[in-house]
């Protein structure tokens, strides 16, 4: 009888330590989704900034946002170079990422 105790005491903590490392997973993997959302909202925002495709900046990088399901929540454009801040909820988590964008040399 006490082997059966032990046997189900740690097939338990083996069934909680899984479920913790799959939502750090999850939370890892939406945080990396975050940060593409970024980079991509941030390139078209660069891009309509020096005409290379229509429309107006920040709206382009709210469509991006959106695109990776994020949710554009700043977009700031100094000339030609283009930063934006994109935010998500992962499991009850925010999950935010900025990036910047525009012609090479300039967006250091």
Same mark, same amino acid.
């Given at each position: 009888? !006490?082997?059966t105790v032990t046997v189900a005491g740690i097939v338990a903590a083996c069934l909680v330590l899984t479920t913790a490392l799959a939502a750090g997973g999850a939370v890892a993997a939406a =945080?990396? $989704?975050? %940060? !593409?959302a970024a980079d991509a909202a941030a390139l078209a925002a660069?891009?309509?900034?020096? =005409? %290379?495709?229509?429309g107006e900046p920040c709206e382009r990088a709210a469509e991006l946002a959106r695109a990776g399901d994020a949710e554009l929540v700043?977009?700031?454009l100094d =000339?030609?170079?283009a930063t934006v801040t994109v935010a998500a909820e992962v499991l009850r988590?925010? !999950?935010t990422?900025? %990036? $910047?964008?525009?012609?090479p040399g300039r967006a250091d």
């Open positions: 009888m !006490a082997g =945080g990396q $989704r975050v %940060a !593409a660069a891009d309509a900034a020096s =005409g %290379a495709v229509g700043d977009c700031t =000339g030609l170079v988590f925010h !999950a990422a900025s %990036a $910047r964008a525009g012609p």
